[in-house]
């Protein structure tokens, strides 16, 4: 009873959403503010009952309700509760529904707060977005519906997939897909934009803080993401670039490359129609990724098990989205110059290049990950492109980029005076180039030219991100600070500069091992003694594992005991490998059993992996900057409140 | 759709194992360090995403051994990775090689920048012409 | 053309492009790079008797279907029935390489679903088969009468990809259908 009334509760949502789509659209055209003041309602209705099928969903797996298929396949009687509601989203239908599940709260939240926006504007935003919303809820009811029926229902299930049965797993998803369809928010801007011709730099303001939030959360799914695979897959390694991994990264970096182009926009008008178009790619690369992973057309250990019909529905649906978009900028664009200028030396300048390179980047990423198939199609023959080129290629763009990070940051607007901006900045560029030789020579004894760079350029982000907040701690009393804006950014670029800190030190000076290992014995790794206690048999709520105790010792001295599993999971007999980890924020100590040798002798791989936390704190406090960012006076005053100060102002001056 | 999930199933079954090798191969060190680079470097091909060093099917097991076999019989790297290509094509190498074709694939990037580089300069060069003064300012950023 | 249109031209060929990767087929499969070429030489003991030998030399003169097999490969057992049809038809010499198993249990799964091989190769280490790229079973190799490779199949064989993909090359002499 409760599926069908899912089902019938997403056919609602559909309803609502067509209503959605069609009236404020029509209605900005003309003029009618009852059409355009539908839109509110027909979003809070469609996501009332896209939530009800949620719930329904979610009552379906909790209850353990065998006779729906996609519990049938994903979930088992003895799965955790944590993971049979994480399960929900666990594989492609479920997770389908959380997507459209997101985007209907993300338009729900424009509807809501939109006090700035003006009448037609908000409508166009709201009409988009319910466009967007009816494909995909199509693509849910005629591909990929949750609530399809299993009769006779199963005994048992088919559990879900072991790798995902982990907390970190579980909000990976939700994270991830908040930015995602986040940035559909900042296309939905651009195309209402596009389609009034109202394109002057108000419309960069509203934008802003709604793609900072989505951005914000799409980091923070990623970072999820990387950390949930080093610590589950058993190797130590945080970054493969996957194909599924690359499809979340593409839209990051041109998600940040907008950020940054919108910070232009807003401040001088320039760059308009860059802007539009990263806004507009930016959500494509998100459609492009669903269609990646869920159409079979690439390899990945991440793909969901899907086939090529849903992958023509989705591209037919990616085709419309992102051509009809194109159109409208190919009309629009030519209008936009304007005849602002700025010198050789300024932020705009640096934006510009942030820009570049950024797209850059992301073109790179997307080459790699498309080029075998390419190659495949044209030749028949297979090449490779892992991370031996995707490592150095990605440098190529990046490492550029970080150097002129620090010197962007603090270069002002339409020209920068070339000797103050030195004066400011010299001793910092030589305190990090000396950092650069001492933190690998003193610290860790090894240097070579690609450490020295690698070292220097993460210490002058984080010395030149430093340099504005200091300022503003010293400050006199009573004069202004900072602003939150300006805060936000040192911190966000300090996050930057700690995650490179974090790659150039573990990718340097990590060290692997591979040994055999038996009950009595130890091994040496980085000056650490691993021994191996003993092994024991474990059960948990729905595996069965083998446990080793390993004591960690330092120059005799005790320092932790950590216990790696090798577990089968009862249903899908699959092995998983749990690792034991010392976790710390100066090193990780990691140990992952391999495979069993003999009677009680196991291979396994221990690693050091010095300042590895580094990586995903660093982007922890990104995301904490782009949050401090969003906090910013201006976005919290009302838009009517700011329009009334800005010409008071205007009319005094 | 189950046997589509099965072969996700077994692809990541095989993913969460990795290579025997017990203790050192070699007693050189360099010959270890050159094994271990290769072996790392080469496509695990029954599962497509991982090297022969971090799977531990039969194939990959066969391959580690029939590398560290031409390590001993003072074959060369390129000899080493002709062996395998020859055999499974150039999908076997987690590297391209750097031949006529592969080497566009390793220029590509710095070609990308440049050309990004080339149009920048053209628009700078067009705003420093431009006036500097304008219009509306904003707080901030 | 304007400069504006660019990003439309471009996203519309990768779409061309998608379009055509998804009909493209299993991203999986790993042509074979024999094709069109000498099949690998080889000379292994038989399965069933150590001291005779097959190889490529036994293989020369006529069409001949090369499978790889094991008895801890669930697809192989899949496609025998179908080999044992192919083989009382007597349309093609089928030539086994048992790869990566026990003899023992070889000859014992022979004996007990029947032989479809006019002999097959024990390859007990594997060797052979790195020599001929094959990284899963069941793979087929269909071998023309100057022991060019024309052809290969990996995954079950059945009466539809034999047509479609084998008797077409064998009927046309070459590796293109």
Known sequence: ?653 | MKRLFALVAATLLVSSAFAIDEGKRFDDPELQARYEKLISEVRCLQCQNQSIKDSNVTLAADLRREIARMIDEGQTDEQIAEFLVVRYGEFALYRPRTTGKTLLLWIFPFLLVLLGGYALARVVKHRMSLPIDDDITQEGQ | ?177
């Open chain 3, 1 to 177: 053309m304007n400069r504006f249109v660019w990003p439309l031209v471009a996203v519309a060929a990768l779409l061309v492009f998608l379009v055509m990767g998804l009909k493209h087929g299993d991203p999986r499969a790993l042509p074979s790079p024999f094709i069109g070429k000498p099949a690998p030489q080889f000379e292994l003991p038989t399965l069933k008797n150590p001291e005779v030998t097959i190889g490529t030399a036994t293989m020369a003169g006529d069409y001949a279907l090369v499978n790889v097999w094991a008895t801890w490969c669930v697809m192989c057992r899949a496609e025998h029935p179908f080999l044992l049809e192919l083989a009382a038809q007597k349309a093609i010499p089928i030539y086994g390489i048992n790869w990566r198993d026990s003899r023992l249990e070889a000859m014992r799964w022979l004996d007990d679903l029947g032989d479809p091989y006019l002999a097959s190769a024990y390859d007990e280490d594997g060797r052979v088969g790195i020599d001929w790229g094959v990284y899963g079973a069941p793979e087929t190799f269909l071998v023309d009468p100057q022991g060019t490779v024309i052809y290969k199949h990996l995954g079950p064989l059945d009466r539809v990809i034999w047509q479609r993909e084998f008797e077409s090359r064998i009927n046309s002499g070459g590796p293109a259908k």
């Open chain 1, 1 to 653: 009873m409760i599926p069908e009334i899912g089902q019938f509760a997403l056919i609602l949502a559909l309803a609502l959403a067509v209503c959605q789509t069609v009236l404020p659209l029509v209605g900005a055209h003309r003029g009618n503010t009852a059409m355009m003041g539908v839109g509110r309602t027909a979003a809070t209705g469609h996501f009332v009952f896209v939530a009800i099928a949620f719930a329904c969903l979610t009552y379906a797996f909790l209850t353990d309700d065998f006779s729906v298929l996609y519990v049938a396949n994903h979930s088992q009687l003895a799965l955790p509760t944590l993971y049979k509601v994480s399960a929900v989203w666990g594989a492609h239908e479920g997770s389908l529904l959380l997507w459209i599940l997101v985007l209907a709260a993300w338009t729900i939240a424009v509807a809501y707060f939109n006090a700035d926006l003006p009448d037609a504007y908000s409508a166009r935003v709201i009409g988009v977005l319910g466009f967007l919303s009816v494909g995909f809820l199509l693509f849910a009811l005629l591909t990929s519906n949750p609530f399809d029926r299993l009769i006779p229902a199963a005994a048992d299930g088919g559990d879900l997939n072991p790798l995902l049965q982990d907390p970190g797993l579980a909000i990976h998803p939700p994270l991830l897909y908040i930015g995602y369809v986040g940035f559909s928010v900042a296309f939905a801007f651009a195309i209402a934009a596009m389609i009034s011709g109202d394109l002057d730099q108000k419309w960069a303001r509203w934008t802003r803080p709604w793609t900072t939030v989505a951005w914000l959360f799409l980091t923070l799914g990623i970072a999820l993401g990387s950390w949930w695979a080093y610590y589950e897959l058993g190797w130590g390694g945080w970054w493969f670039w996957d194909a599924v991994e690359n499809a979340s990264f593409m839209p990051w970096l041109i998600g940040t490359a907008l950020i940054h182009s919108l910070a232009v926009t807003e401040k001088r008008g320039l760059f308009k129609s860059w802007t539009l178009l990263l806004a507009i790619s930016a959500f494509s690369l998100s459609l492009l990724g669903t269609f990646l992973v869920r159409s079979g057309i690439i390899v990945s250990v991440h793909a969901f098990a899907t086939d090529p019909t849903r992958g023509f529905f989705i591209l037919t649906f990616l085709a419309v989205v992102v051509i009809g978009a194109l159109v409208l900028y190919a009309w629009r664009a030519p209008s936009l110059d304007s005849d602002a200028g700025f010198g050789l030396l300024s932020r705009e300048t640096f934006l510009l290049l942030n820009n570049v390179l950024l797209v850059v980047a992301a073109a790179l990423v997307l080459i790699g990950t498309l080029a075998p198939l390419v190659v495949e199609m044209m030749t028949g023959g297979k090449i490779s492109i892992g991370p031996p080129w995707f490592n150095i290629a990605f440098l190529v763009p990046t490492l550029p980029l970080i150097v002129l990070l620090g010197m962007g940051m603090h270069t002002a607007w339409r020209t920068q005076k070339t000797a103050s901006w030195w004066r400011l900045l010299r001793i910092p560029a030589i305190v990090s180039l000396v950092l650069g030789v001492v933190i690998p020579l003193f610290i860790y004894g090894r240097i070579s030219v690609l450490l020295v760079v690698g070292c220097a350029a993460a210490a002058w982000i984080v010395i030149s991100s430093l340099i504005q907040p200091v300022r503003s701690l010293l400050r006199e009393k009573g004069t202004a600070g900072i602003p939150r804006s300006a805060l936000g950014m040192s911190v966000a670029h300090l996050g930057m500069g700690l995650f490179v800190i974090g790659v150039t030190v573990v990718s340097a000076f990590g060290i692997e091992s591979d040994q055999a290992l038996q009950p009595g014995e130890s091994i040496e790794v980085g000056g650490f003694e691993f021994h191996m206690v003993g092994l024991s048999n474990v059960r948990g709520p729905n595996f069965s594992a083998i446990e080793a105790e390993i004591e960690i010792r330092r120059d005799g001295e005790f320092v932790d005991t950590i216990r790696p599993q090798k577990r089968q999971y009862l249903v899908q007999k699959s092995w998983m490998t749990e690792a034991g980890i010392r976790a710390g924020l100066d090193k990780d100590l990691f140990v992952a059993l391999g495979d069993q040798l003999g009677q009680n002798a196991w291979s396994v791989r221990v690693q050091y992996k010095p300042l590895i936390r580094f990586i995903w704190l660093g982007a922890l406090v990104m995301a904490l900057g782009g949050l401090i960012a969003i906090s910013d006076r201006r976005y919290r005053r009302s838009g009517r409140e700011s329009e009334a100060r800005t010409r008071a102002a205007e009319a005094a001056a």
